[in-house]
């Protein structure tokens, strides 16, 4: 247990035992005291200190704190009081905020025995009405149970809720991973294919004394065959998994960022596209994910914005890096799905080339997303 919970259990132990030992022995909050005051006292610390298990064993120690007031009752008569009820009360509510399923349930038993003890072995209350009268003061205790049941319940459904938003991004993470995997293939896929078919055009022009040659060329060619071979029963695997067909298009880059501009225009957002620097020719992958960025930029614009009146994509092209900016000026909603997992997968993106990604809101209104990818040409 931390060792801020056994601070506060300590404390709590050590207000109950004092007003207690003050209630027994000097009178301080009790109607009337009965028996000898050692006894009430005894009876008191006893039940104080078995509160230091509340956490623990909340059941047990509920059961042992109303077992050791039914016996001094039961010898000496039912005391009337302020401390009677406080250590019992604050074992209910540790058995209702910590006992796992039906087990809190029980701690109203153990109420309800105590409160008979309590009224019946009182020798002041000598009629059922008195004994009547007597029983509201039982009441604490139940809002006890009540509040501790509250208690519970909240942090349960807190918990529940987190590990279904942490099951969420897993699953999040998951998907895009097979997605970059399956658009990875189609891009190594298609270079290997080119390798392979150039490597088979050269040796066919070999002569037949340049023997060396050919079988070098030979095992690019079987090597070729066979990486593409695996490649493709690998992806087959996760298609399969995820119920999708194979994708015979090619794979697109920031030359299509035009179009795709277009139809979120044509959706109804006011999309404005800025292009600077020379464009160079960057790796098949590379150029993948920087448009799937511009892409998951847009749809969560769509998605996540109220009333944006404009978009603004940014591609700047440097001299070992390229840059990219989506941003708009509306206000941020809560969409019914879980939020940031478009965000985790365009992370996963960016982290495969070593880029950077920023994702924040921005001053006067509006989101921002902001990536920087490393250039590898093509």
Do not use: C
């Amino acid at each position: 247990m931390p060792r801020r919970s056994w601070a506060f259990d300590i404390a709590i132990v050590a207000i109950a035992f004092a007003l207690g030992q003050v209630e027994a022995w000097n009178g301080a909050g009790a109607t009337h005291r009965q028996g000898p005051h050692w006894a009430e006292g005894l009876a008191f610390g006893i039940a104080a200190v078995l509160l230091l298990g509340r956490r623990r064993r909340p059941l047990e120690v509920a059961v042992a704190i109303g077992m050791v007031y039914v016996i001094e009752f039961a010898i000496v008569g039912a005391p009337e009081g302020n401390a009677v009820g406080l250590m019992p009360t604050i074992a209910v509510y540790s058995v209702a905020r910590w006992e796992q399923r039906h087990r809190p349930a029980w701690a109203l038993l153990v109420a309800l025995v105590f409160g008979l003890a309590w009224v019946m072995l009182d020798p002041v209350q000598t009629s059922w009405v008195q004994r009547g009268q007597g029983a509201f003061w039982l009441s604490p205790i139940v809002i006890a149970w009540l509040a501790g049941s509250l208690v519970r319940s909240r942090l349960q459904t807190r918990e529940q809720r987190r590990l279904r938003e942490q099951d969420a991004r897993t699953r999040a993470v998951a998907e895009e991973r097979n997605r970059i995997a399956r658009e990875l293939h189609d891009v190594i896929g298609h270079n290997v294919s080119v390798m392979t078919v150039q490597a088979s055009a050269v040796r066919r022009r070999l002569m037949p004394e340049q023997s060396v040659e050919r079988e070098a060329l030979e095992t690019v060619e079987r090597s070729g065959r066979e990486a593409l071979a695996e490649m493709r029963r690998m992806v087959a695997v996760l298609r399969a998994a995820d119920g999708q067909a194979p994708d015979l298009e090619p794979p697109p880059g920031l030359a299509d960022v035009d179009r795709l501009v277009e139809r979120f225009r044509a959706a109804g957002l006011p999309v404005t596209l800025t292009v600077t620097g020379a464009p160079s020719q960057l790796a098949a992958g590379l150029d993948l994910t920087a448009y799937r960025l511009v892409q998951e930029g847009l749809t969560n614009v769509l998605r996540h914005a109220a009333a944006p009146q404009r978009a603004d994509v940014v591609i700047a092209y440097g001299g070992d890096s390229i840059e990219l900016a989506v941003r708009d000026d509306g206000r941020l909603v809560v969409a019914d799905s879980p939020p940031g997992h478009g965000l985790l997968g365009m992370r996963e993106r960016v982290a495969v080339y070593g880029g950077r990604l920023v994702a924040r809101g921005r001053e006067g209104g509006g989101f921002e997303l902001l990536a920087t990818l490393p250039v590898v040409m093509g």
